[in-house]
Nanobody, 121 residues
Framework: VQLQASGGGLVQAGGSLRLSCAGSGHSFRHYSMGWFRQSPGKDREFVAYINPSGSTTSYADSVKGRFTISRAKTTVYLQMNSLQPEDTAVYYC?????????????????WGQGTQVTVSS
């Protein structure tokens, strides 16, 4: 599976962005997908998870109610609303073949290249 993330950019506080992660490979639809983010000097942190069918999602407490993960065929999305400066980070999509909701970067075997999100105050 190869993953390609896109959709990052510069937005003012309170604004919205939608990130996309395009997956290639016939097994993509069987993979659980996640979004992580990393700020300078910080560890990569879990943001959101979605299972292969899209029936189960989970979120970090810091984004719950503002971010929504979804998937359609070969793409996974992260809709980000009410963005705040603390959401500034490089965002990565990740994939793994089990349904385990890994909330650390360990256990995720496939990663996209990252897309920068910058929220100005």
């Amino acid at each position: 599976v190869q993953l390609q993330a896109s959709g990052g950019g510069l937005v003012q506080a309170g604004g919205s962005l939608r990130l996309s992660c395009a997956g290639s490979g016939h097994s993509f639809r069987h993979y659980s997908m996640g979004w992580f983010r990393q700020s300078p000097g910080k560890d990569r942190e879990f943001v959101a998870y979605i299972n292969p069918s899209g029936s189960t999602t989970s979120y970090a407490d810091s984004v719950k109610g503002r971010f929504t993960i979804s998937r359609a065929k070969t793409t996974v999305y992260l809709q980000m609303n009410s963005l705040q400066p603390e959401d500034t980070a490089v965002y990565y999509c990740a994939g793994q073949s089990s349904s385990t909701q890994f909330r650390t970067q360990y256990g995720w075997g496939y990663w996209g290249q990252g897309t920068q999100v910058t929220v100005s105050s």
